[in-house]
């Protein structure tokens, strides 16, 4: 049996686009990351993430949210850690992100292997911790942490741990970031221009589009 592990999520424009790159770049030269945003790595918001035996029935899923979620607009919010690790830029959770959100958990984790006890559910391979009691059963139950509890973002970069790691400073890092790079781009407004379904590479990165849907 194949298993294609695969994400669904909106691409940013080119001016957010460019400022998740920048704020990747300055992120890692304090700090090892587990990849880097750029020309080979997409910056993207996640709908849902998760295993798959049919890439097809996917990308037909995400055509009819597309489809059915049009006109939808995101504002930046702010820089958090998560997870401990995991550096987020947030968008502010309205109710049209989150409704497309729920939408696309509702037409994808049917397909997912991880509602089908895949022997090896993408929510096993992560190690996460601090994580909070929703995102915990949201993980166990489909193999992604906000797939029942949405929390719309753009992920900066994983810092890595196998260096000496203090959560508090790595904290004080982001605090930092947001007030050199973020306060020009914190309240941004977009619209959701497009919808992408992509391969999802180590700790959720897109490096691989398979498709992109416009929303417009």
């Not at 020309?39 to 055509?63: D, M, R, W």
Request: charged letters at 20%; hydrophobic letters at 40%; proline letters at 5%.
């Amino acid at each position: 049996m194949a298993e294609y592990k695969l994400g669904v999520g909106l691409l940013p424009d080119e001016i957010l686009r460019t400022a998740t790159i920048e704020l990747a770049k300055t992120l890692r030269t304090k700090h090892n990351t587990s990849y880097e945003l750029g020309n080979e790595t997409y910056p993207h918001l996640t709908l849902f993430q998760g295993k798959f035996e049919n890439q097809e029935q996917v990308i037909s899923a995400a055509e009819q949210l597309a489809e059915t979620h049009r006109g939808i607009s995101l504002t930046v919010g702010n820089l958090e850690l998560w997870a401990e690790t995991f550096v987020f830029l947030n968008a502010i959770p309205g109710q049209a992100i989150l409704n497309l959100h729920y939408a696309a958990g509702d037409a994808l984790r049917p397909l997912a292997l991880t509602a089908k006890n895949s022997i090896a559910p993408i929510g096993i391979e992560q190690k996460l911790a601090g994580i909070t009691d929703a995102e915990a059963v949201s993980l166990q139950r489909t193999g992604y942490p906000f797939a029942l509890a949405p929390k719309p973002h753009w992920t900066i970069g994983r810092i890595s741990r196998n260096a000496p790691f203090y959560p508090e400073e790595v904290d004080e890092l982001v605090h930092g970031l947001l007030g050199r790079q973020g306060s020009n781009i914190r309240g941004y407004n977009l619209a959701a221009e497009k919808l992408i379904v992509y391969e999802a590479g180590i700790d959720g990165s897109c490096t691989n589009i398979l498709k992109t849907i416009p929303m417009l």
